[in-house]
Antibody
Framework: EVKLVESGGGLVQPGRSLKLSCAASGFSFNDYWMGWVRQAPGKGLEWIGEINQDSSTINYTPSLKDKFTISRDNAQNTLYLQMSKLGSEDTAIYYC?????WGQGVMVTVSS | DVVMTQTPVSLSVSLGNQASISCRSSQSLLHSDGNTYLSWYLQKPGQSPQLLIYLASNRFSGVSNRFSGSGSGTDFTLKISRVEPEDLGVYYCFQHTHLPYTFGAGTKLELK
């Protein structure tokens, strides 16, 4: 069974940083591109970025390129999203996504 | 960025009837490799999005054959035949031909 489990979310103050993780199981993680998508409360889906199998190619949506960093550890079957300079506009559910499925998401709330 | 325009915004349908959702892109989604990277997702209430259709017309593993995708270039359609209660939710089209990848705003399928 394919499982993607995000963690690391929670309440964070504006201007601070946060790192999300996504633990993958049930498929060959290092064979797949992986990505992150977010959804602000009551809104639609926003593509954040993606990373290829060996981390040699990482693409971002331009508005988040200077704030967010995607990485992966194939030995640990884990995908990461490092977020910095967080603002209220970054409050959202963050989903880990692959061609095999999506995680259930993790909530990030940016507030003082 | 490629703008994905979904219509209608919401759709009321009776159980057992057909539903049709349109998605238009501001640029052709035909990639130089010959593929058209247009996917359809369903987000049921309280859940993460689930992949229904990939490459415009291919049903993902386990997806009911009541779902069908068609179209090419800039015009795409998702048809749901014989709507069932578990089909209700928000449908999104998603293009991953041109960076940055983009989603449509969503179409909410409701019961009439």
């Amino acid at each position: 069974e394919v499982k993607l489990v995000e963690s690391g979310g929670g309440l964070v103050q504006p201007g601070r940083s946060l790192k999300l993780s996504c633990a993958a199981s049930g498929f060959s993680f290092n064979d797949y591109w992986m990505g992150w998508v977010r959804q602000a409360p009551g809104k639609g889906l926003e593509w954040i970025g993606e990373i290829n199998q060996d981390s040699s190619t990482i693409n971002y949506t331009p508005s988040l390129k200077d704030k967010f960093t995607i990485s992966r550890d194939n030995a640990q079957n884990t995908l990461y999203l490092q977020m910095s300079k967080l603002g209220s506009e970054d409050t959202a559910i963050y989903y880990c996504a692959s061609g095999r499925g999506w995680g259930q998401g993790v909530m990030v709330t940016v507030s003082s | 960025d490629v703008v994905m325009t979904q219509t209608p915004v919401s759709l009321s349908v009776s159980l057992g009837n057909q539903a049709s959702i349109s998605c238009r892109s501001s640029q052709s989604l035909l990639h130089s490799d010959g593929n058209t990277y247009l996917s359809w997702y369903l987000q049921k209430p309280g859940q993460s999005p689930q992949l229904l259709i990939y490459l415009a017309s291919n049903r993902f593993s386990g997806v009911s054959n009541r779902f069908s995708g068609s179209g090419s270039g800039t015009d795409f359609t998702l048809k749901i035949s014989r709507v069932e209660p578990e089909d209700l939710g928000v449908y999104y089209c998603f293009q991953h031909t041109h960076l940055p990848y983009t989603f449509g705003a969503g179409t909410k399928l409701e019961l009439k």
